[in-house]
């Protein structure tokens, strides 16, 4: 359910919640137990509710950051405003989860103090490549029901940077455990961090919810450049339109996905940050 400082605590259905630490072979292999496993343990003292970690069952998957396991989606949780969406960190995260094969739901809270122009962006940039999204407003507890309905019978992980309201969206959406809630910097125009871990917290019958620690950067660099384009699914409809075959959609004439980028077909938020990625990961090889 949750890791903190070495510990790890694991729910058993019918006996409650386990302080367990992990086998010292864990550390040898250099593998972790993760928010979410599933896991085998030996009981120390019942009485006392102490136990080991003896194995961790096969995932159907990982991630690294937030570094969780076995989840069946992301709610990827940003602000409308206050803080501005971080468009480019936004599809860093969409492209790792693209990755990953998870799928992933959009919310963008704060609505009650933002303006129809903000909302409409947003609709136009992310809707039109096909994500679920919703428009919230956890201090108005507006579409709060929305987001529910979209967690209803799936283990999925919360994440998003500090300060767009995802603890006080988790404390709307459940009633076990009440998160800390941080306030925005003025001076830098972000959140503080107000989760310190990953935890697993569950809202209702087969219905969980990870929170995970809030995050300001994320860096891609475990793949190669050629592989960018397959994690940015509104290019799917112009593959292979274009005059050559394996084209990047960079530099190449006859690009198929650059005039659609012309045409308003394919927003130009989207390809910008597209680029600025596959700079990056062409940039890795000289170090």
């Known amino acids: 359910m949750k890791g903190i400082a070495g510990f790890y605590y694991v729910y058993i259905v019918g006996s409650g919640l386990y302080e367990c630490k992990?086998?010292?072979?864990?550390?040898?292999?250099?593998?972790?137990?993760?928010?979410?496993d599933q896991v085998e343990i030996s009981v120390l003292d019942e009485?006392?509710?102490?136990?080991n970690i003896e194995?961790?069952?096969?995932?159907?998957?990982?991630?690294?950051?937030?570094?969780?396991?076995?989840?069946?989606?992301?709610?990827?949780?940003?602000?409308?405003?206050?803080?501005?969406?971080?468009?480019?960190?936004?599809?860093?995260?969409?492209?790792?989860?693209?990755?990953?094969?998870?799928?992933?739901?959009?919310?963008f809270n704060k609505k009650d103090i933002a303006v129809q122009e903000e909302m409409a962006e947003l609709k136009d940039i992310y809707s039109a490549c096909g994500y679920p999204l919703v428009l919230s407003s956890a201090l108005k507890q507006e579409n709060i029901e929305c987001v529910r309905k979209l967690l209803c019978g799936k283990t999925t992980a919360i994440a998003g940077p500090s300060g767009v309201g995802k603890s006080s969206l988790?404390?709307?959406?459940?009633?076990?455990?009440?998160?800390?809630?941080?306030?925005?910097?003025?001076?830098?125009?972000?959140?503080?961090h107000t989760t310190r871990h990953s935890e697993l917290i569950r809202i209702e019958k087969d219905s969980y919810i990870m929170d995970t620690p809030g995050f300001s950067s994320l860096y891609i660099n475990d793949f190669e450049k050629?592989?960018?384009?397959?994690?940015?699914?509104?290019?799917?409809?112009?593959?292979?339109?274009?005059?050559?075959?394996?084209c990047d959609h960079i530099h190449e004439p006859g690009c198929a996905v650059k005039l659609a980028v012309e045409e308003g077909k394919i927003q130009r938020t989207r390809y910008g940050n597209y680029l600025e990625m596959y700079r990056e990961l062409k940039e890795k090889k000289r170090y």
Request: charged share 30%; aromatic share 8%.
């Open 22 to 36: 992990a086998k010292g072979r864990f550390r040898k292999e250099k593998i972790k137990p993760l928010v979410g």
């Open 47 to 51: 009485r006392e509710k102490s136990g």
């Open 55 to 107: 194995r961790i069952l096969p995932r159907k998957n990982e991630l690294v950051r937030p570094a969780v396991a076995n989840i069946d989606q992301a709610l990827v949780v940003f602000a409308v405003t206050d803080p501005k969406p971080h468009f480019q960190l936004l599809d860093r995260f969409l492209v790792m989860m693209e990755r990953k094969g998870i799928p992933v739901v959009l919310c």
């Open 170 to 192: 988790i404390n709307l959406l459940q009633s076990e455990v009440q998160m800390e809630t941080g306030s925005i910097s003025k001076k830098i125009a972000r959140g503080r």
């Open 226 to 246: 050629e592989e960018l384009k397959l994690y940015f699914r509104e290019f799917t409809a112009f593959e292979g339109s274009c005059r050559y075959y394996g």
